[in-house]
């Protein structure tokens, strides 16, 4: 038996406006590591500002959101199910489990791993749901991946470690099913709603890692270098958590109102491009012509995904059985 994709069919108007916030967000998401790096150098461990973000970011929402649109609050209570697993995978396990991989391996082998998500989102598409994908949709993941692949550098410095490799596949898994998940609450309910409790349960989740109290909260006034600036460690923090965090994840899940899972967690992969780009403008990080070249891929991988999304879906035909 086949079944259709679970996503409405939407118009050009609709998909530019959802190809518009998931580039937004991908811009807000690419700005976490140059924010957040200094912060790091001046003494915070990376699980310890994940908790941070999160935490920060789940009490802006919750603010914001009860002040002007309260009714965004409600949840009926069949949506609790989507909003805990988008909260515990989407927004706690990828961060947490991205940031074990970074503590164990080069970063650009971490990154290519955790951004291996729209491949495992098209596979699911593909045998999961029975949908048959556009070949210029795979052709365009896999244009996509070649791209990361130069963009993050994995030959420099190359070591494996299993205990990182895990975690870096395990981060994959999780942001593939934060497109998936996202994809389906945010067709059920309003995503920002979604957004904010699931901001919610992932700061609780992480804390229970990285509790509050553990932070060294005597560094938040230290100057951290950011640019040619030099900034306390906790406007850095606020940022990252108002900017990389609450708005990136509100940007994405809404984006998902309008992008079917495939096409956002593609266009997704513009955020190492940005990322490396900020790191190159405020952290004087060396960019090389293999990064160059690579961002040229992955965007036209990412391009050709785009277009893919203008045909038609069809069912797949159903697998053999015995």
Request: glycine share 8%; with cysteine.
């Amino acid at each position: 038996m086949t079944t259709e994709l679970a996503t409405p069919v939407t118009t050009r108007g609709h998909r530019t406006r959802g190809t518009v916030f998931i580039l937004l967000a991908s811009v807000a998401f690419a700005s976490s590591g140059p924010l957040a790096k200094p912060a790091m150098q001046a003494g915070f461990a990376p699980q310890q500002v994940a908790a941070a973000r999160a935490v920060i970011a789940a009490v802006a929402l919750l603010v914001v959101v009860a002040i002007f649109r309260p009714g965004l609050l409600r949840v009926r209570r069949e949506n609790w199910r989507v909003i805990v697993a988008y909260g515990l995978v989407g927004v706690g396990a990828v961060q947490l489990l991205f940031f074990l991989a970074v503590s164990r391996l080069p970063v650009g082998v971490a990154m290519l791993l955790e951004y291996t998500s729209p491949a495992l989102v098209a596979l699911w598409v593909r045998f999961v749901r029975h949908v048959r994908l556009p070949a210029l949709s795979w052709a365009g993941t896999a244009l996509a991946l070649v791209g990361l692949t130069l963009v993050a550098q994995v030959w420099d410095g190359l070591r494996l470690d299993a205990v990182g490799v895990l975690a870096g596949m395990g981060a994959a898994l999780c942001s593939a099913g934060y497109y998936l998940i996202g994809e389906r609450g945010a067709g059920e309910q309003h995503p920002i709603g979604m957004v904010t409790w699931g901001m919610v349960v992932g700061a609780v989740a992480i804390s229970v890692v990285a509790p509050p109290w553990s932070l060294p909260l005597d560094r938040l006034g230290a100057a951290a270098e950011f640019g040619p600036w030099h900034l306390p460690v906790w406007t850095l923090l606020v940022t990252v958590a108002l900017v990389s965090t609450a708005l990136a994840y509100a940007l994405s899940t809404t984006s998902l109102r309008d992008l079917p899972s495939t096409v956002a967690s593609v266009l997704a992969l513009s955020e190492p491009v940005v990322a490396t780009l900020l790191a190159w403008l405020l952290l004087r990080e060396t960019l090389t012509a293999a990064q160059l070249v690579g961002m040229a891929v992955l965007l036209s991988g990412a391009l050709l995904v785009q277009l893919a999304a203008r045909a038609p879906v069809t069912p797949a035909e159903p697998m053999p059985t015995e």
